[in-house]
Structure formats: structure tokens, C-alpha cells
């Protein structure tokens, strides 16, 4: 028998012990041993909730009641879930967990407690929601020389550019739509500067390259500069813009993470990842590509990845298979993402074809319905960034708008 | 230490070899013990091979070696596998195999005796190649409802599929090309008639609702008598013929296993999976959707799955974790295809629109370039098959073809 501890009661928590007593006989069979929730802590009151009896307020009741062994940890933030995470784990007790902003900013960490205390911190909901992406990283792809992952990190900016592509929205139009409809938030900032995507590719460098990757040393952009104009012209290039996060290993033995709205051309599979679906795609010397695609967030989706972290936990009590990997002390491992060939998108007003030759050489030009005279777009030729934003400078007229195209076939 | 056997050396067994020692250390780190390959038994000779003293043609070499704790069988065939495989497990040497045929006729058996043996007898290479598949829906999914699971799970009959779609080719010169660049066997037969891609629904279905389903208890249609006319009729309908191994849960509390050609509409990831690639969609009560994709075959994508599996195996010394299933005496479980509810697509020539209107009701007609007068092309309304059957018998004229369109959302 083991006794389990969900510490926040929102929208995963809640999903957490639905779902926990939906499939409990299943789970139960699958875990090879009895399992049951014991507590669910959270600030909040929930007088007439059927698990009335199991909300505490303390922190220390779970912590002191050795009957807990498991604990899932869906409140989100650093404080205070890493001081109650990291309780958890030096009293031995697993810890599983959604939060993508305390393993992206403390995972090293709790790593290194969870195996000094015998007991395992599981992360799988973190990054891809329902998408089982971290146990396939790190076990399904053990035999891989892992050179480059790149994902659709986030549900929300991918519902807004699915809307800005196929309905022709500008953003503002399909970030309220977004809003409305519960994808995005009020404060939208996390998701739409891709603070959120850029968490997730720091917990996906870390696991794949064996060292912890900072959300503060990851270049990270986001899609509010992208224009409904500029989706126009990704389609008729024959792809569409996406915002990728993604983590490739550089000539020089260094890792190069970033975040940032690409072209994405319709041969690769991501192209094709709509709506508030995610898609993660990992290159290695064997698998040559394999992509994952589902729910990257959501309630139920979310409590699947939670549960079956908790199952497995149960089935290793006493036994550590966390993924582990080393902290760092120093970002030197990271490659500057303006020494990386990149071809860009440029679509700029009032610069002619000749000015382009003659910055550029040849290019490829795009075309949109009702282009305006005067504007023009091209794919630039493949070169170093701090190069190409020499050329883009010299250009003239006016830049409204510049784009990476996605170097990563698929 | 622990030391492996590989038997057979053929496209995958050499792979298994290559891989293990390109990436020996990363490897071994990864099993957390010392690895090596001792013996490679193959009835040929290899002079001149690097690995020339690890070869030999006597299975007792390998079953009597109590240093060899893994095997790793990549023979193909029942026939000796089952035997040798039985054997080692016997031993209590955990083996782990590519061979689908293997795991489909004869998976249950082998799961228990590695159980009774207190070693694991593991699958991954055995679907979907280098994806990712049967542990995360073993391991991942676990807390799931499993609704359903449809795929692409052969990369031949994918291949030629694409090319009768993108090139217009017809079925035989599909074939014929895929033929000259390896893809397709001389015999094509296990592929083009759904044969391999009926075991892996198989193992897909025994894993997802834990009763052994035999190839012989499912309904298998492969695609030899899908036309150039009948992909352009599924563009014009908004999607691509694909060949589907699908499982359904039915109303009754059986399953519908199943292999054929379906439209899958564009809306489903599945219709995007191109050329040799594979991707198996899984449906559940908690992630709602997930897909797997990547190489469904291959030397280096199989061999990843090989060697993952051996890690696996290597860090689980002396625990059972193999996925397990029940043996079935009787097809019982499985529903009748004849049953199931689906819409049609129907090509015909010299039936009237009157005609079909009266029989089938309103339908959806779908039109193609250069279509000759005479022949109509329409989506039959969803009914049961065994109704569909006395319906399209009551046409008249020619029928020139029938393909079942995917019920399954993705």
C-alpha cells in the first residue's frame, strides 16, 4: 500500500484525482500494488467536494505521515513548491511533477536530492503535457546520439498562429479569440514572449545533453511580432510559421537552445501540428527523426503524464530511475546563436529588387494576395546571423518584418 | 558486466552490432554496468569481419554461457527463433527481439516464460521500428482508458501509396519502384497484402487490452486493389488512402481489430505520414490523442530500439518488467468487422445518380481530372457493413471500387 500526496487543487490537480479514481482499478493493477490519495493540499476550501476529508493546509501532515510515498506536485511556480518538493524528497518520498518553471530552474538540484534520499523526481507532465516525450527520451532513445530536438512547445501560441494562417486573423484578432475560448491567459506574456516553450527546451536540452541549461541563458523570442501578412507569405513558400523551440549540438561541441517563430517547410511533420496540439521532433544518429504529437496541456491530458509518473514511481519505490543530469555552473557550453547559419524571411517596403541583388545576391522571392507595391519578400541565402544583420541593415527602406526559416529537416 | 548475444546477422543484427559499438560508452553509462557482445550466431560466414571471433553457428554455445545474460533476437521467422528464444528465457537470459512475428503468434507464451524465469522478454523493435511505441503505451499512457489505436505500420505499402497519390503512378509501378530502391521484397505479398502490418496490429492490441489477439482472428485487406483513380478521388475529398491497422473498443465490451486501406481525412495527422515513414495514433480517455512517428523499419532505426531494449534489460537484471498480456483460447473478444458502422467511398460506372440516390439516400460525390462520363465516385452514408454490402450489390453497373473511410478523429 501506498499513500499519495497531491499538493495544489487548480485545474492539474484537480484533473490529477478525477482521473486517479476514474481508472483507480486499472491503475492499481498496473502499479502491482495497492494505491490510494491520502491528502490534497491547498489554501483554497472546497466545502461539498467528495475528497473534503483529504485537503489539508499543512504541509508538514504530509511530510510527517510516513504512510505518504508518493507525492504530486501541481501547483506551478518556484516558491513554495521547490521548498515543499525538496522537503518532500529528503524524507524519501517520490516526488512527480507538471511544474515546468521548477525543473527548468531547479532540476539539477532535485535531481541530486531526490538520489541522495533513495526516491525519484518524475517529470514527465513538465514538458508535452499528455505527449510521453521525457521516459522516450531518455530510455526508449538510449542507444542515440541525440544531435537536435525541436518542438512545438506551446499549446496557446500555436492555436493563435493556426488562426492568423488558416483565417487570415491578425494577431491581436487571435490572441483575444485565444483568451476567450480559456487558451490563453489574461496576462498572456509567458506564453506569447515563449517564456513558457522556452522552460520546456531548457528540461529537453538538460535531459538530452546531460547538463542543466538556464530559461536565462536560452535566446528566446516570441510570436507578437508576427504578422498575419507574414503567415501569407510562410504558405506560399510552401510551410507555415511556427513558434519552434529547439536545441541542436553545434561543430564546435557546444549546444545551441533557442526560442523562436520559424518558417517550418510542409515536408516536415511539424508544419502540420495545428491548433493547441503540440509536436516534438528528436534527431539522433539511429532514430535519423521520430516526432511526438498530442495535448501538450489541458486537465485531463496533464493528470495522464501525472499518474503515470505516480504509477511508475510505485512500481520503483526504493529504487532511483530518475533522469539525471549534471548542474552547471557556467553557461560556456552554449553556442551564441549569432555565430549559427540561418537562412532568413525578409519582407521589407520600399527597396527594390537591385538593392537586394546587390546586399543579398540571389534570392528567393515570395509572393501574397494583394501584395502592395512596393513590398517585397525573399528567403535570404543561408549565413551567419551577425552577418545577416549586417546585410538586413544595409538594405535600406523599411524591415517590416524578418523570420528564420527552420534548418531541421523532417 | 554483463554480455550479450545477437542472433542473426542480417540487415538488423549487423545494425545492432554497428550501433552498440558506435555508441558503446553513452551506452553503457546508460545501463549503469559494463556491456558487451560475446557471441553473433548465424548459420553463414562472415571472413574478414571485425567481429569474426564473435561468431558462431551452435545455439549452445550462447544458451550454455551463463556470462550471457541478454540476447537480442534478430532473426526473423518462427522458425528457429521460437525455439532459441524459448530457450534462453528458459535460462533465464532476458531477450529482446525485432521479430513481429514472433511476438504476434507467439507473444503470450514467451511473456510468461520469461515471467517464470525472472527475466524479461521485451518487444520494442518489433512495431513501428525506431518509434517509440510499446513502452510509452505500456509505461506512459498507463493511466489511460485505451479507446482505440490506428496506423500506418508498414513503410512499403506506405511508399507506394504516396507515389500513386503525389505522382499519379499506378499500383504496380509504385511497387516496381519501391522494389528497385529496397523498400519492397521481391514477394511483396506479407506487405502489399497487410500481412505485416496485421502482426503489429496484433501486439498493438494484445499490449493495449491485455488479451493475446492472433493474426488468423483479423479481418486484413491489403492494397493491391487500390487505383491511381481511387487517390485522386481522396485528395478531391480532402484527404489521402492509407493503409490503417486499427483496434477499437466496441459497444459490446469487445475489440475491432483490423487492417485496410481507409481515407483518412486531412484534419488527421495520419494523412501527413508520408513515404516509408510510420505513425500509430493512440486514443485515450485522458490524453484524448498522442502520435508516435518516425522510421518504421530500417537497419540503424531498428537496431535503436535493439539496443534500447537491451539497456532496458541490462538495468533491470533479476526484475520482471515486461509488459504482459493473457493467452486467449478462443476469438471471442473480437468483434465482427461485418458489424461496425462505417461510410464507404464508392466508385462505380454506368449507375445513374437516380440509382444511387434511391438506393443509398443522399450521398457526397466526389470528382476527379479527366473523369469519364459513366463513372461516379461518391461517400456512401455510415451504416453497417453487412447493410453497405446488400446496398452497393443493389447499384447495378460496375462497381470499380469500394475503400472504407477511417471513422477515427485526429
Known sequence: MAKIAVLGYGVVGSGTVELFYKNKDSIIKKAGKDLDIKYILDIREFPGSPYESKFTKNIDDILNDSEVTLVAEVMGGVHPAFDFVKACLEKGKSVVTSNKELVAKKGAELLKTAEANGCNFLFEASTGGAIPIIRPLHQCLAANDITAIAGILNGTTNFILTKMINEQMDFDEALKMAQQLGYAEKDPTADVEGYDACRKICILSSLAFGKHVYPDW??????????????????????????????KKTADGKILPMVRPAFVCNGNQLSHVSDVFNGIMVYGDAVDQVMFYGRGAGKLPTASAIVADLIDAAKMNGTS???????????????DYK??????????????????????????????????A????????EMKEKDFDVKAAALGGKLLGTVRVLDLEG
Open 321 to 335: 530511475i530518475s533522469q539525471k543530469w549534471e548542474d552547471s555552473t557556467d553557461n560556456s557550453f552554449i553556442a
Open 374 to 381: 512596393g513590398e517585397l519578400a525573399f528567403i535570404a541565402p
Open 218 to 247: 536560452v535566446h528566446c523570442e516570441g510570436i507578437s511580432k508576427i504578422t498575419a501578412e507574414d503567415a501569407q507569405y510562410a504558405e506560399n513558400w510552401g510551410g507555415a510559421v511556427k513558434l519552434i523551440g529547439s536545441v
Open 339 to 372: 555565430d549559427d547559419v540561418v537562412a532568413f524571411y525578409v519582407r521589407t517596403e520600399g527597396v527594390s529588387k537591385e538593392k537586394v541583388a546587390e546586399v543579398f545576391g540571389e534570392v528567393e522571392y515570395l509572393s501574397r494576395e494583394n501584395q502592395p
